[in-house]
């Protein structure tokens, strides 16, 4: 699946959302640790990437040619501020139809827009790929991401008080939430 499109960022500034590719493995990589260091709200800490350059080669490698996932990079200045993408949740028949969206933004572009087009690329490209549902978990405590799921039509469906434990042992409760495509 391919994406390609520029933005105007709410401070004037351009950004190319494009698919994130295996020669993009070390700009990903510095982006990733930085991002996953800079909020709790996120799935994983930055020394739990499990990746190496060679290994976020590959990676972004097979998702740039897979038909039915993609992850998407917001490019400014020359450098990736943000990332997001889709992934087929399981391919049995009976869950085919459900993707599961991921995102994050680093905190020198939190409010520009970015997280909004990032968002609506990765739900065309879910529409593109035929999925009939995506699926986020949020931090409850996250409200902008939240506010900004809703904006895009998707709906709460549940709750799990015990979602995440962060390494301090506080409990962050996740809300569940997908969107019918």
Not at 95 to 108: C, M, N, P, Q, Y
Request: hydrophobic share 35%; net charge negative.
């Amino acid at each position: 699946m391919l994406y390609h499109k520029t933005v105007e960022l709410k401070n004037g500034k351009e950004c190319l959302l494009r698919n994130a590719e295996g020669t993009d493995a070390e700009g990903f990589l510095e982006y990733f640790i930085k991002a996953h260091g800079e909020t709790d709200y996120l799935t994983t800490y930055p020394d739990e990437t499990g990746n190496d350059l060679g290994r976020m080669s590959e990676r972004l490698s097979s998702t740039a040619q897979s038909d039915g996932g993609i992850e998407i990079v917001a490019i400014v200045d020359g450098k990736i501020g943000g990332s997001a993408g889709i992934n087929i949740l399981n391919p049995r028949d009976k869950t085919k139809h459900r993707a599961e969206f991921g995102i994050s933004v680093l905190k020198d572009y939190w409010g520009l827009g970015i997280g909004n087009a990032l968002t609506a690329a990765c739900i065309e490209c879910a529409r593109a790929a035929g999925y009939l549902q995506l699926e986020l978990d949020v931090v409850s405590d996250n409200e902008s991401a939240v506010k900004l799921y809703m904006k895009h039509g998707f709906i709460e469906y549940g709750r799990n008080p015990r979602g995440f434990r962060n390494r301090v042992g506080k409990w962050q409760e996740l809300v569940l939430m997908r969107l019918e495509l």
